[in-house]
């Protein structure tokens, strides 16, 4: 890889950011919110998906279907035990997040449960190099300006500008939520999805035989309706945050609502949910440094009333996005 891909100029963030903000955004529009050209867009996006800095993936909603859950599961392993695992775990589909943490000792992952497919929940507590496992259901994501604004805290982007950028998209779809279902008809169209979120409908109307316009009908449809959702897979350390951490708060269930929607909006936070367990809320956090991590943590968290306890558990190692490999720190594809 070329050393340039190392050092992301303001320009790259502010795309990852419009990126954010609208994962299928024309070049064009993006363009035009960041006063550049739409060729100088086109090209740094390219380079950067190209060298494993992002990659926009589309998933399916699993709490969307029947009975599904997702499940954080925090893993005890013992010594040396836990990169093996961690990697086996990662090669799942039904698995995300995937980071060792607490000095190599804790795997914390992501996992989707339907009613009638239990198996990790099952299977991991069993391992022989397994000490300790927790399993926490999450109960309610908090949505909110943090998991878009995390890649770019100082952003100025205007609500005008917010709602430009998502114009035509998707996103503006007319389908109420919960009225489309996946189909097995949608299986490509998934597929290639979760290959690239923003493939053209010329190559989605490959995949799955249909028309240009019914594959973007039909995906209007699902993400409208909450059936898929689209992510950014992003290499935390190469858009310069150095320090990443799961935090797990125990907080009053008097304040559990409102913690969790003041906590949704900070900047360092690029999520935020409400879990069963002794720690009632866990978050995902993004700083430059540990010291910025520890000041974040000493001023506007400990300004929030209604906290009692905060658990800080840093990674060490990200093994596994949303649904990238992280391969020598870079975002890679995983083998189909």
């Known amino acids: 890889m070329a050393p340039e891909s190392h050092t992301l100029e303001r320009i790259d963030r502010q795309i990852l950011h419009a990126l954010q903000i609208a994962p299928r955004a ?6 035009t919110v960041l006063g550049v050209s739409e060729q100088t867009v086109a090209r740094r996006y390219q ?16 709490t969307h279907r029947p009975n599904g859950s997702y499940w954080s599961l925090r893993i005890g392993c013992r010594p040396g035990t836990a990169t093996a695992l961690a990697e086996a775990l990662a090669r799942r589909p039904d698995t995300s997040w995937i980071s060792i943490g607490a000095g190599g000792a804790e795997i ?8 009638d497919q239990i198996g990790l929940l099952d299977h991991v507590p069993r391992a ?53 279902r996946l189909q097995t008809a949608d ?47 992003i290499a935390d350390a190469l858009v310069g945050m150095g320090s990443a951490a799961n935090l ?5 269930p008097a304040h559990l609502e409102s913690v969790g929607a003041r906590l949704a909006d900070h900047a ?25 991590l520890y000041r974040y943590i000493t001023t506007k968290v400990a ?20 649904h990238s490999l992280m391969i020598g720190g870079l975002v890679r594809e995983p083998p189909r």
């Open 26 to 31: 024309p070049f064009a529009r993006i363009a």
């Open 47 to 62: 380079r950067m998906r190209g060298n494993g800095i992002v990659r926009v993936t589309a998933r399916p909603q699993v």
């Open 108 to 115: 914390t992952c992501q996992i989707e449960i339907l009613s």
């Open 128 to 180: 022989s190099n397994v000490l300790t496992f927790g399993a926490h259901q999450m109960l309610h994501h908090f949505p909110g300006r943090g998991e878009i604004d995390w890649i770019l805290p100082d952003n100025d982007v205007t609500a005008e500008q917010r709602h430009f950028l998502a114009d035509g998209t998707e996103r503006t779809a007319t389908t109420k939520v919960g009225d489309a």
């Open 187 to 233: 299986v490509p169209l998934i597929e290639s999805l979760e290959r690239d979120g923003r493939a053209s409908w010329a190559s989605l109307a490959a995949a799955t035989g249909w028309s240009q316009r019914q594959v973007a009908h039909r995906v209007g449809e699902l993400v409208a309706s909450g059936a898929i959702y689209y992510h950014l897979d």
């Open 248 to 252: 797990w708060f125990t907080v009053a």
């Open 268 to 292: 360092e936070l690029a999520f935020v949910a409400a879990t069963t367990g002794t720690a009632n809320l866990m978050a995902a956090a993004r700083a430059v440094d540990a010291e910025a």
């Open 303 to 322: 300004a929030i009333e209604g906290i009692q306890n905060v658990e800080i558990v840093p990674h060490v190692t990200r093994v596994k996005q949303s």
